[in-house]
């Protein structure tokens, strides 16, 4: 495991308790990440409901992406509880959509629980992971996301984390609010 991996990273302290993220493997998670997919909430905007084998198809895409994306879970006190996808979001169809810059990081996220979601979790962790990102990898100029406009919850969940609203933009299947967090305004907001 070399020091710049999402899996050496290491945990995080937060105010709703120990975070750490932990790479996905289909064997162990597939079951819950199809439970997570089926959540009508979810299912609105990742459109990855159905059997399993849609899921696993996402996500062995990501596995296999030669570490451009690396999926995750996010773990609160030993209960997994949300997914993640970390990616160079300069070396992703992403970067035809915005002035991508060399080794920007993008973030996908999902709450899994609805117990989860609407009580500030998302923007805690959303924070968590970008810092995260920005202390162990120290090339990456910012971080990016590019929620579904329509999800009004994970964009005002990005605000709250410290990104700005940048841009709005027509990705594949979406309208999307481009969110950054830049590294020179980290410690500003």
């Known amino acids: 495991m070399t020091p710049g991996t999402v899996a050496a990273w290491g945990p995080a302290h937060t105010s709703a308790g120990l975070f750490r993220l932990v790479p ?3 064997e162990r998670d597939l079951a819950l990440l199809v439970r997570w997919m089926n959540d009508p909430a ?8 159905g059997p399993p ?6 996500v062995r895409a990501q596995l296999t992406g030669e570490g451009r994306s690396v999926p995750c879970l996010g ?9 993640w996808e970390i990616y160079r979001a300069d070396l992703d169809p992403l970067a035809r959509h915005y002035p991508a ?8 996220v999902l709450i899994g629980a609805p117990g989860d979601r609407g009580r500030g979790l998302g923007s805690l962790l959303i924070r968590t ?3 995260l990102a920005l202390d162990h990898r120290p090339r990456t ?5 590019e929620p579904d406009l329509r999800n ?3 964009v005002a969940a990005f605000l709250t984390a410290g990104f700005r609203f940048s841009a709005e933009t027509d990705l594949p299947g979406k309208r999307a609010a481009l969110m950054i967090r830049d590294r020179s305004l980290r410690r500003l907001l």
Request: net charge negative; proline share 7%.
């Open 75 to 83: 773990v609160l006190d030993g209960t997994p509880m949300s997914y």
């Open 101 to 108: 810059r060399p080794l920007d990081t993008g973030l996908h």
């Open 53 to 58: 084998a849609r899921t696993a198809d996402h």
């Open 129 to 131: 992971v970008a810092d």
């Open 141 to 145: 100029p910012r971080v990016v996301a």
């Open 152 to 154: 009004t919850a994970s």
């Open 42 to 49: 979810v299912a609105a905007f990742w459109e990855l409901s």
């Open 24 to 26: 996905v493997r289909l």
